[in-house]
Structures are given as structure tokens and as C-alpha cells.
């Protein structure tokens, strides 16, 4: 349940698969936002993080070091990819199973 809408576990499971791949590089820039994943992604990052704050509400990123909004790692910012990739695994729980109904309660759908 969303904002009082009932959806289906695949139209949640569909929804979680494009925000990993946009994450993973299916975005106007081609870039992973995952630090050392795929062919292009970000050189620039404000510390050693594995993954970055991502692009503007643009689809834009300013790949510098001294530019944090775009290159500094936060919960905030990240935390969309570990729900999403549960929400994917086939092995979350030791029953293989996953309640997607609470998992992404609070996403709004189209």
C-alpha cells in the first residue's frame, strides 16, 4: 500500500528495477553513481565513499571534489538503493521471501 493505493508486487519489483538501473547508469548521463561500477562513473568524490550523492532534479552532475552536493555520500541520498536492491534479491530472508507491500510503503507510483 502507497498513499492509500494497493499495487501489485511486480508493478513495486518494476518500479525497484528502474531505480537500480538508473543508479547503475540507464540515466541521461550514462554514469553509474556507484563508485567503480560499470565504464563511466564519478572520479571526483568528495571522500571514499563507494557511492555518491547522485545527479540534480536535472538528471545533472558536476563530478568535482569540492562540489559536495553532487559527490559526498549520504544516508539520504542512498538510501533508496538498499530497499530497492531487496526488493530484488531473490535470497533477502531465509524463506527467499519479501513483504514488498511495506518495503516501499511510502513510494509514490505514477
Known amino acids: 500500500m502507497s498513499g492509500g493505493k494497493f499495487?501489485?508486487?511486480e508493478a513495486l519489483e518494476d518500479f525497484a528495477?528502474?531505480?537500480?538501473?538508473?543508479?547503475l547508469g540507464k540515466n541521461p548521463?550514462?554514469?553509474s553513481y556507484v563508485v567503480g561500477f560499470g565504464e563511466r562513473y564519478p572520479?571526483?568524490?568528495?571522500?571514499m565513499g563507494a557511492m555518491v550523492?547522485?545527479?540534480d532534479k536535472l538528471d545533472g552532475?558536476?563530478?568535482?571534489?569540492?562540489?559536495?552536493n553532487y559527490t559526498e555520500p549520504t544516508l539520504a541520498?542512498?538510501?533508496g538503493l538498499v530497499p530497492a536492491l531487496v526488493a530484488l534479491s531473490q535470497n533477502a530472508t531465509p524463506n527467499g521471501m519479501i513483504d514488498h507491500n511495506?518495503?516501499?510503503?511510502s513510494v509514490q507510483l505514477p
Open 102 to 105: 511495506t518495503i516501499f510503503y
Open 17 to 23: 528495477r528502474t531505480q537500480v538501473d538508473y543508479i
Open 29 to 31: 548521463e550514462k554514469m
Open 7 to 9: 499495487y501489485r508486487s
Open 43 to 47: 572520479e571526483e568524490v568528495h571522500h
Open 77 to 79: 541520498g542512498n538510501s
Open 61 to 68: 552532475f558536476n563530478d568535482l571534489r569540492s562540489n559536495y
Open 53 to 55: 550523492g547522485g545527479p
